[in-house]
């Protein structure tokens, strides 16, 4: 399934009328999401947040007329290498923006690199590509996966809590998170339990979690596993007892469907709806007058990729084939990130700061997460030392 | 001790609901040799009606009701137009065609409802919970669920052994030749027991709703250990489907608590906590293996004829 977000009749007609500036040409850039199952719900913030921009922009990025194309991964790694290979030889895009999910990234990373094409990752960022494997056409908005784990670590080590019961899904992402809380946290670990992905019933871990004499919780649970997790820990009452300290597990894609029952709870990541920049607000109350949804950090971090390719592709005049310019552009990336200040480190992952976010009602009814506090201030990954760029 | 009896409630719990779903699945297997891969889609289509008629009335108990005739009438219907011409083809054909409805209607789902997880709230007479060992409410909901799967489970038992009906899907499944030769019309029989198979498949989604969440693809992961409860159970056998579905949600559930806990007794805890997890997993299909080694046609084998 593909759709074509050409511009605006306008723009092809200003383009035709005023004199072209030197040297622009078109710029296509290919959305590599996941859309379809379940977890399509975090491609489609990430699908709105970027058309927004290109369309803020009147339809064109850094004054090159843009054509954006997206095509769905289905979450298959075999039919993620097929599409982004279509959009490279048949689409020929300058630009692929990619991946909610970091085995997808991992799919089509080789092909975009050996295409010599400029990837940027709007959420993704394992840590494969921020160590040793480093690479100067990659790029990524978000995060490196660890860094929200190891702020509710960081956060846990400095607010006194005693004893946590760890919960994660059995597989790499999973670990990751665990090890990653686990940097900071030097506190007594009750349990480490892996349930199965896609995990229906957590009945019986929420019995060992309400025994095990913890005084909080740490899990990551993404998507639909968050919704029943969490809404099976509050009946159980055990949102008063203890603290819960989560990460994707109570967001912008999940709260829809929690509502009540993730109040009081707490999350982590690097903005929030309420965050406190105007350009934030503006960008979230233009995204919920389009779309009717409250945007979540995916919706944000693929607004802001736009944005950077806008800053770069005017920096070097719309002129899209002169690449290094570009890449050096986008090194630089000189825009307005609606995190405030944005820096990549030298392995072209951002620095940047890592907040608690809690979940609030808001006055409309809808439920968004909220910035509590920060945790980490201007936090590099843990892996940017063994890049050697 | 009684963390041991709070897991081994929400063993039976997952066992009663495998039952309500293998229930069906046991009887179209074995009275009609019909492999429906797609028994897993009724349990979602029974969840999404309700959900659907829940919004419309805001009255858990009619939206049920209501539920289970749509999805009653839509087993029919599947029955009529689809399955009916494939009773007589072989099981890959069935296997294909079934898969391809799982397919169709996961995605109609997901064009009506949406990708994302939804919740039906339960009934608000069964809200509220109570403290069942200290430090952890138990809802009320989750014992009710209980109740109601056991008296399901009597009432097939009297269907299937006290009456005339019940009486002919035995001799179905044992001879379905000569039933027919007897006068019985056969093919309307099949179609009594699909329907009903599909509405049970949908009123066990139904009320697993409240529990868990509502999202396209849920009755498939169900649907593999539906299949190893029937296996082990014996094809076409009510009461093998109900011990068997009752044995593997206490192994599952118990396996889950247990499995990490007695490893690590035996390695070192990072050892444990990679080969526990697989293990638990792995249960209930090498329950599967032994049960067959033993006893190749399950617990309770259906006499056939020939």
Known sequence: MRKFLSTTAAAIALAFTTVPVANAADLKVGLVLTLSGPPGALGKQAEDGFNLAVEKLGGSLGGANTTVVVVDDELKPDVALTRVKSLLERDDVDIVVGTIFSNMLAAIYKPVIKADKILISPNAGPSTFAGEKCHPNFFVTSYQNNQNFEALGKYAQDNGVKRVFMLAPNYQAGRDAMNGFKKYFKGDIADEVFTPLGHKDFSAEIAQIATSKSDAVFTFMPGGMGVRFVKQFDEAGLSDKMTFLSAFTVDETTLPAQKDAAVGLFGAGTWAPDFDLDRSKDFVSSFEAKYGYVPGSYAMQAYDAALLIDSAVSAVDGDVSNKEGLMAALKEAKFDSMRGTFTFNNNQYPIQDFYLLNIAKRADGKYQTEIAEKILENSGDSFAAECKM | ?306
């Open chain 2, 1 to 306: 001790m009684s963390l041991f009896l709070v897991q081994s409630l929400n063993g039976l719990q997952f066992g009663i609901l495998l039952f309500l779903i293998a229930a069906g699945l046991t009887l179209v297997f074995g009275v009609m040799g019909f492999i429906n891969l797609a028994h897993g889609v009724q349990y979602m289509i029974g969840a999404y009606l309700t959900f659907m008629f829940f919004q419309w009335t805001t009255n858990f108990f009619i939206a049920l009701l209501l539920g289970m005739i749509v999805a009653l009438i839509i087993g029919l219907a599947c029955e009529m137009f689809i399955f009916r011409h494939l009773y007589q083809r072989n099981h890959l054909d069935q296997v294909l065609a079934t898969f391809g409805i799982i397919l169709f209607v996961n995605e109609l789902v997901k064009v009506i409802w949406g990708p994302s997880s939804l919740i039906l709230p339960p009934p608000e007479i069964f809200s509220w919970s109570f403290e069942i060992i200290e430090g952890l409410r138990y809802p009320i909901y989750r014992l009710v669920v209980i109740a109601v799967g056991i008296t399901v489970a009597v009432g097939l038992y009297f269907a299937v052994f006290k009456t005339r009906v019940g009486m002919l899907v035995r001799a179905g499944a044992t001879n379905p030749e000569m039933v027919s030769a007897l006068g019985v019309d056969i093919k309307r029989l099949f179609m009594i027991v699909f329907g009903f198979g599909t509405m049970l498949a949908g009123f066990a989604g139904a009320i697993a709703a409240p529990m868990f969440s509502l999202e396209p693809n849920m009755g498939d992961d169900l649907l593999i250990t539906v299949f190893v409860v029937i296996i082990i159970g014996g094809i076409g056998s009510i009461r093998g489907a109900f011990i068997a579905a009752v044995l593997i949600g206490l192994l599952d559930t118990l396996g889950r608590a247990v499995t990490t806990d007695i490893l690590r007794l035996f390695f070192d805890p990072s050892t444990a906590n990679q080969i526990g997890p697989a293990l638990s997993s792995m249960l209930i299909y090498i329950l599967m293996a032994v049960v067959l080694f033993f006893k190749p046609e399950g617990l309770f084998p259906v006499h056939r004829a020939g």
